[in-house]
């Protein structure tokens, strides 16, 4: 079955430490990836997105994720958090120009 | 950014009752999608529609219909609501093409509570 796995559901970090979630699917056509935040009481905004070329996307407020083919991989990483980066991020795959099918989330805890 | 439009934004009702939620698009996109968002779920597809004349069943499609009234407009439909249909119910819509990216814009949800 298709799917898309995201192994963090939950993390907690302080602020200035690292970031990386993961993203794993299981297609193997044409793919595009996307990385969508959802702030508390918002709606989901694109954070970063690939779907051909160099496979590190940079994306806003300083998120960028590697596509890694051979792993069927699209980590999320950031190398400072901030406060503000509290929120729920969805790993997403649109496969063959088809249907979108989102990963569970991983909700991204910030202490200050 | 009001790209994407969804009504009502709250609703509570009761079990049994029907309700439509409707999702209109300024983007002039062909594609057109709605998802429900559980906790721990993610987000899961109910219906989309990738053109007037097309409508296609998601993975949670059951207890769901829809309409695609025109290009800018699709709605959804709960014809008995029930209890577990209490969630956040998203609309989407994209543009078709590799060179787009075909990301997805996202309404602002409805957070729907059935009684």
Same mark, same amino acid.
């Given at each position: 079955?298709?799917?898309?796995?995201?192994?963090?559901?939950?993390?907690?970090?302080?602020?200035?430490?690292?970031?990386?979630?993961?993203?794993?699917?299981?297609?193997?056509?044409? $793919?595009?990836?996307?990385?969508?935040?959802? &702030?508390?009481?918002?709606?989901?905004?694109?954070?970063? !997105?690939?779907?051909? /070329?160099?496979?590190?996307?940079?994306?806003?407020?300083?998120?960028?994720?590697?596509?890694?083919?051979?792993?069927?991989?699209?980590?999320?990483?950031?190398?400072? $958090?901030?406060?503000?980066?509290?929120?729920? &991020?969805?790993?997403?795959?649109?496969?063959?120009?088809? !249907?979108?099918?989102? /990963?569970?989330?991983?909700?991204?805890?910030?202490?200050? | 950014?009001?790209?994407?439009?969804?009504?009502?934004?709250?609703?509570?009702?009761?079990?049994?009752?029907?309700?439509?939620?409707?999702?209109?698009?300024?983007?002039?996109?062909?594609?057109?999608?709605?998802?429900?968002?559980?906790?721990?779920?993610?987000?899961?597809?109910?219906?989309?529609?990738?053109?007037?004349?097309?409508?296609?069943?998601?993975?949670?499609?059951?207890?769901?219909?829809?309409?695609?009234?025109?290009?800018?407009?699709?709605?959804?439909?709960?014809?008995?609501?029930?209890?577990?249909?209490?969630?956040?119910?998203?609309?989407?819509?994209?543009?078709?093409?590799?060179?787009?990216?075909?990301?997805?814009?996202?309404?602002?949800?409805?957070?729907?509570?059935?009684?």
């Amino acid at each position: 079955a298709q799917s898309v796995s995201q192994h963090n559901h939950h993390v907690i970090l302080s602020e200035a430490a690292s970031l990386e979630l993961g993203c794993n699917y299981s297609y193997g056509g044409t $793919v595009n990836l996307f990385w969508y935040v959802q &702030y508390p009481g918002q709606h989901l905004q694109l954070l970063l !997105k690939y779907f051909s /070329g160099d496979p590190l996307v940079k994306g806003i407020k300083g998120f960028e994720a590697e596509f890694i083919k051979s792993k069927f991989s699209f980590n999320l990483r950031k190398p400072s $958090v901030q406060w503000s980066d509290t929120a729920e &991020y969805f790993c997403a795959v649109n496969a063959n120009f088809n !249907k979108f099918y989102f /990963g569970s989330g991983t909700k991204l805890n910030v202490k200050p | 950014d009001a790209d994407v439009t969804q009504t009502p934004r709250n609703r509570i009702t009761k079990t049994g009752k029907r309700i439509m939620l409707e999702c209109s698009q300024t983007k002039g996109h062909d594609r057109m999608y709605w998802y429900r968002q559980d906790p721990g779920l993610g987000l899961r597809l109910i219906y989309y529609s990738f053109d007037v004349k097309d409508i296609n069943k998601g993975e949670i499609s059951d207890g769901y219909s829809v309409s695609r009234q025109a290009q800018a407009k699709f709605s959804l439909s709960l014809e008995s609501a029930i209890p577990n249909q209490t969630a956040l119910y998203f609309c989407a819509t994209s543009d078709f093409g590799q060179g787009a990216g075909n990301e997805q814009f996202f309404g602002p949800g409805t957070r729907l509570t059935v009684l």
